[in-house]
């Protein structure tokens, strides 16, 4: 597949600098909360449970807040959300460390009511500066990076509490979340195109957007976060299981491989696809894996099959969103994306968690892909009723002849 289509995107003016910022912001992020919870367990010796209650109140929060900046985003512009919710991420992150548990509990509700919506923005950003027949790509572009932070924060949290303690790796956090915010005051990006802009301002009626069929499309957001919450889960469990812990982290690492690889030829197809097919193709192909026995090699090559399909199935439903929803809306809708993303996460966890200890992790990679085609089929009636695309989609270019 040729990389040329790719070289285009990012020649895009200020493209390469907003996914730059954007890789380097999740990375903090992604970190948070494994960071809170081995604060919890080790720094303060209060065990698991009491860690889930911490990152359950910050997660709850995180739910709560992201479709309420994006909405204040829409309202107000982006500099006055950032500057408050930067501010508010760095009172956080430098005290959390020295919170008695309670205190701690509530903090981190209101820290994630007040997160800095660094993957919101940097989708509806993207929406902005990325013409319309490029935007797949772009969104593939971005999954990719978000894979990359998400390999990188926790392994980094875990490296930082066992070397530094919980105190110092929050307080780089804390560091890391203040300089992305003020990185991304500094950059402040559009949040609408040059065509948008020229369009006279309107407030658009949640009525518009906010149909059935888009609230099908969070709950197949959900399901798809489902599973793949589910599908690490029961990865690990099963490694576990087998007494293969040692190897954990080179089998999420090469599984998370899958989706860059899967994203980044996804990104470059000439079409895209309906992100039902995707995320049922994915949740079908997550099934099977259930038959693969304890050795985990066995394991990463059934699930070679559903894991490309992780970054594209993703991709296409910001796609979806930034196709459906006006621009003058649009900050919110990926608020709620962000939302049903959480929620999906967070559903799963216990769900897997549950069936791993009750049946075993073959179980909880069945249910997995069952949930995954059960939330499609309900969405699909939905589907057909969705809203006509906010911005109208012009005819392809045809490919420069390759030198």
């Known amino acids: 597949m040729a990389i040329e289509p ?6 895009l003016p200020g493209v390469r600098t907003l996914l730059l910022v954007g890789l380097l ?9 494994m960071a809170l919870t081995l604060h919890v367990v080790n720094g303060m010796g209060l065990g698991f449970a009491k860690a889930g209650l911490v990152t359950m109140a910050s997660t709850v929060g995180m739910a709560i807040g992201s479709p309420l ?3 204040f985003v829409d309202k107000y512009g982006l500099r006055p959300i950032l500057a408050v919710t930067t501010v508010a991420q760095a009172l956080f992150w430098s005290t959390a460390w020295a919170l008695p548990y309670p205190v701690l509990v509530v903090a981190a509700a209101v820290g994630g009511l007040l997160m800095l919506p660094v993957f919101s923005v940097i989708r509806q950003c993207l929406a902005a500066m990325v013409p319309v027949e490029q935007r797949r790509m772009g969104f593939s572009l971005d999954s990719m990076l978000v894979e990359l932070s998400y390999m990188t924060g926790p392994a980094l949290a875990v490296a930082g509490i066992t070397t530094l303690g919980s105190g110092w790796t929050l307080g780089v956090i804390a ?3 203040t300089g992305s915010g003020l990185a991304l005051l500094l950059l402040n990006p559009p949040t609408r195109s040059a065509e948008e802009l020229e369009t006279p301002a309107v407030k658009v009626p949640r009525r518009q957007w906010l149909t059935p069929a888009f609230i099908a499309l969070l709950g197949t957001v959900a399901s798809a976060t489902f599973v793949l919450t589910a599908t690490e889960l029961s990865l690990v469990g099963t ?3 087998a007494g293969q812990t040692g190897w954990v982290g080179l089998a999420v690492g090469i599984w998370c491989v899958y989706s860059l690889l899967g994203g980044f030829v996804y990104g470059g197809l000439s079409r895209g696809f309906s992100p039902l097919l995707l995320i049922a193709l994915m949740g079908v192909l997550t099934v099977p894996v259930a038959l693969v026995g304890g050795d985990w090699k066995w394991l990463l090559l059934a699930l070679l099959p559903a894991g490309v399909l992780c970054a594209p199935a993703l991709s296409s439903t910001v796609d979806t969103v930034s196709r459906w929803v006006p ?3 649009r900050g919110e809708a990926m608020g709620l994306h962000g939302t049903a993303l959480l929620i999906g996460g967070a559903s799963s966890s216990p769900i897997a968690g549950a069936i791993i200890d009750a ?9 997995a892909g069952l949930v995954g085609v059960a939330m499609v089929v309900i969405a699909a009636p939905f589907w057909r009723r969705r809203p006509q695309p906010a911005t109208r989609i012009p005819d392809p270019e045809p490919e420069p002849a390759s030198r």
């Open 359 to 367: 049946h075993g992790p073959p179980w909880a990679f069945f249910t």
């Open 6 to 11: 790719y070289r285009r995107l990012l020649r």
């Open 239 to 241: 490694m576990e299981h």
């Open 69 to 71: 900046s994006g909405r």
């Open 175 to 177: 560091v890391g979340i």
């Open 25 to 33: 912001a999740r990375i903090p992020a992604t970190a948070m909360g």
């Open 327 to 329: 621009a003058g809306a």
